[in-house]
């Protein structure tokens, strides 16, 4: 902050200060993630009207990072002093008694005292600090009327696990850096230590290199003048966000992406690849076939190149290099890479992925790099160095980096890909559907084995991808507007899951307890929206359901957000702020027919409590994916069009049944076809009559062309000829 703006804040908070009534106390210790030992002690520390922050003179950043902080939403005085012992708050470090990262926190009613093992020890304990005060503490305005109170408490901590890290993909979807600057301040609030930059696939370039100037000229840019998306960021912009990052504790861990995920540079420079032929950004999702061709000198070159210039701007000790979701048919019929293949007497044309890891690998050591990348990099061929994979397929990968001599970070998909929704409420946001939902507590319960220095697994990583951003236009930003809606749906998908994340990194898993952490969110909403977070709120939960004896369901709800109201309908129409308040259990003939929100204000509620119906009965014939009634279907022949996103989750053969359940109208089905995007993937032909009673349709088909994250869709001709009294349902299934 520059000394004459700070003045003006100073001068602007000692006017108002004289008007201010404090009223709001601090509430209950409720810290995130679960400090390793915390004691709360008798009595409460009370902010002085002026601040004297005293720290050494290691911790000037974090110092004034707390000066600019306290003052902008206390609106107190606060003034730094270097030096160990004199302050209202103290910050210093002590590396003999504490372990990396660690801190210890004391406060009392005369002060506060923040030791760290090292600066993100120190940084880490002046945030569970501000967790002990008001949620208001975070905000950039002034808020009056607020008792500025911390409860005396006595807190030894430290992190279980030394990588604790969230991925953003600014390549799919671009966001400025003001933003990722944000987005790095939230991760600070909770710890985290880690943010992967998903700067390179196939729909952008992200990053300018000054000696290939067109891959942010043509590489960072899709689609028409009118209607363009894309952007990049300068060099200068990428030192001024890293160094934002050293200050908050946060290390930002470039990803350029090869051989697969690339095109942006082919597109840019098309000698990069086997074919060299020219192509175009694309404007919606897809996995591109084309690779880096790893049989020309240039390619090798030009890496080198990139990657130098990448190391200078980030100076962590890791590059990511990507490394997933390759598709070799390139380099099988690439002379170039042949020729490769056969001097390194290579026998598959994937362990040319190995080869060329291999190569940057010797590059990177030069510059004092470790790489890393997807779990695919270390089963692509032999490695010859150390590597970290990033393990997101399958949590037993594990067992292959330990065998191979590699370490990893836990990612699995199942857990931690944050893209995916919460549930599956009608209304819930676009999002990713080719896995389940991630709840909180699924997010929470992700198995992870304490930590040793001999441990494989160095951490845990949640990633939040942005393809789903270019499906459609759902998500188009409208410029002249500036509505920044991509960057509310960003926050919307991670929070409060990224809190959740933040626990299982920090703590030890013997410790964690989900009923405690539930507990303790609930009063960080509060928080984050005094952050300017647009977090997901929870829906009501159903504390008991109990059956009567004249056979109908009684509810008990609670609600997860302090101060909210519940607000429910009791005939299955979704609830408004001006529906019935909930003030006690609700009987209903019919479980089905309660719906029920959490309203935090009249523009500020949440999505209903959803029964999503029984298809239990079905089982045998796999997940419902449609069903019709008789306004859905036709006397003549139709296209009956449903996505099957998500069922669809592999190669292989699948069965879809046509089951009819109601009505006495006979159904003729045609053919079916199975489309991933725009690219026919089956075709099935038939003609097949079915009838309420009768034996149901099936067909099989098979899928040799699978891509994670891409949306696939069936069409199927249908019609009633003789009248549309027939109602029915659609299940499919992977039969192997």
């Keep these: 902050m520059q000394k004459s703006s700070f003045k003006k804040i100073v001068l602007c908070a000692a006017l108002m200060l004289s008007g201010a009534v404090h009223t709001q106390a601090a509430g209950p210790v409720r810290i995130i993630p679960q400090p390793v030992q915390m004691e709360e002690r008798e009595g409460t520390y009370v902010l002085p009207e002026k601040i004297v922050i005293g720290y050494e003179s290691a911790l000037q950043a974090q110092a004034k990072y707390l000066q600019e902080l306290l003052v902008q939403s206390t609106g107190r005085m606060a003034t730094l002093k270097e030096g160990k012992a004199k302050g209202d708050i103290v910050l210093r470090t002590d590396s003999t008694s504490l372990k990396a990262e660690g801190y210890t926190l004391s406060v009392t009613p005369k002060r506060i005292e923040i030791t760290g093992a090292d600066v993100n020890g120190a940084f880490y304990g002046i945030q569970s600090m501000l967790q002990l005060f008001p949620a208001e503490i975070y905000n950039q305005r002034w808020q009056q009327q607020v008792a500025w109170e911390a409860p005396c408490v006595e807190i030894s901590d430290a992190p279980e696990r030394p990588w604790r890290g ?3 993909d600014v390549a799919r979807y671009f966001y400025d850096k003001e933003f990722i600057k944000k987005y790095i301040d939230m991760m600070a609030m909770y710890k985290f230590n880690k943010l992967q930059f998903h700067l390179i696939d196939d729909s952008g370039w992200r990053l300018e290199i000054k000696k290939y100037p067109r891959l942010t000229e043509v590489g960072a840019w899709a689609g028409p003048d009118e209607k363009r998306l894309g952007g990049f960021y300068t060099q200068d912009e ?16 470039p990803e350029v992406e090869f051989p697969a995920h690339i095109l942006s540079a082919v597109v840019a420079y098309p000698w990069l690849s086997c074919t060299g032929l020219q192509h175009e950004l694309p404007t919606q999702h897809f996995i591109s076939r084309d690779l880096l061709c790893a049989g020309k000198e240039t390619t090798l070159q030009f890496l080198q190149d990139v990657l130098e210039e990448t190391a200078e701007l980030f100076p962590s000790a890791y590059i990511n290099i990507g490394g997933d979701e390759a598709v070799y048919t390139r380099w099988e019929s690439c002379p170039h890479c042949q020729a490769v293949m056969k001097r390194e007497g290579l026998s598959k044309a994937s362990e040319l992925q190995g080869y060329l890891t291999n190569k940057v690998a010797e590059m990177m050591k030069k510059k004092n790099r470790t790489l890393i990348g997807w779990d695919e990099i270390i089963q692509r061929g032999k490695l010859n160095d150390q590597v970290v994979a990033l393990t997101w397929r399958n949590l037993n990968d594990t067992i292959k980096a330990t065998k191979t001599g590699h370490k990893s970070i836990l990612t699995p998909a199942s857990h931690m890909y944050l893209d995916f929704p919460e549930d599956r409420i009608p209304g819930e946001v676009q999002a990713a559907t080719w896995r389940p939902p991630i709840s909180v507590e699924k997010c929470y319960s992700m198995p992870v084995n304490d930590y040793s220095e001999s441990s494989t697994v160095i951490g845990v990583q949640a990633c939040l991808w942005s393809d789903q951003f270019i499906h459609g236009t759902a998500l188009q930003e409208i410029t002249p507007l500036n509505e920044n809606r991509s960057e509310n749906y960003v926050e919307y998908l991670s929070f409060p899951r990224m809190l959740a994340v933040s626990e299982v990194a920090w703590c030890k898993q013997s410790k964690r307890n989900y009923e405690d952490f539930r507990n303790r969110l609930g009063t960080h909403f509060a928080r984050l929206d005094n952050k300017g977070c647009n977090y997901r709120l929870p ?5 008991k359901e109990e059956k009567t004896t004249d056979g109908k369901v009684t509810f008990t709800l609670a609600c997860d957000v302090p101060g909210a109201d519940i607000r429910y309908t009791t005939n299955g129409r979704y609830p408004t702020v ?21 309203v935090v204000s009249n523009v500020r509620y949440s999505l209903p409590l959803y029964f999503a119906p029984d298809y239990s009965a079905y ?3 796999g997940e419902h994916v449609f069903g019709w009634e008789p306004l859905r279907i036709q006397s003549k022949p139709a296209n009956w069009r449903f996505e099957v996103t998500g069922k669809v989750s592999g190669n292989g053969t699948y069965e879809l049944t046509v089951i009819p359940t109601r009505g006495d109208k006979e159904v003729v089905l045609g053919t079916l076809k199975l489309w991933k995007r725009k690219e026919l993937m089956a075709e099935v032909s038939a003609n097949k009559t079915i009838k309420t009673g009768g034996q149901p349709a099936t067909y099989r088909f098979t899928l040799n062309a699978f891509e994670a994250g891409t949306p696939f869709h069936i ?22």
């Design 238 to 253: 990428v030192r001024e966000m890293v160094e934002y990052g050293k200050v908050r504790g946060v290390e930002l861990i």
């Design 715 to 736: 069409e199927l001709e249908a019609s009633a000829p003789n009248g549309n009294n027939t109602t029915g349902m659609i299940f499919l299934r992977k039969v192997d």
């Design 578 to 598: 001006h529906s019935a308040k909930y003030t006690g259990p609700v009987t209903l003939d019919n479980r089905e027919d309660l719906r029920a929100i959490t």
């Design 619 to 621: 089982k045998a014939f």
């Design 539 to 543: 829906t009501p939960r159903i504390e």
């Design 166 to 168: 969230m991925m953003i």
